[in-house]
């Protein structure tokens, strides 16, 4: 798989880290309550933050592609 630009790739993990840990809590939040919202929160940003660190470190998205 060919990586997207650098312009592209900050967006990408930007987007990555914070809808889906903000969506689970607002979801968690209104379906099940305060704690079990928090709670659906942590786990999908602890995921989220699985995924940006295999895309920085293992897929080599964290240099500029310039040089």
């Not at 990586?3 to 880290?17: D, F, V």
């Amino acid at each position: 798989m060919k990586k997207p630009p650098y312009i592209y790739r900050i967006p990408i993990l930007m987007a990555i880290l914070c809808i889906p840990p903000i969506g689970m809590t607002q979801l968690g939040w209104y379906f099940f309550g305060k704690e079990m919202g928090l709670n659906l929160g942590m786990i999908a940003g602890v995921i989220s933050v699985t995924i940006a660190a295999y895309l920085l470190y293992r897929m080599d998205w964290r240099d500029d592609d310039d040089y």
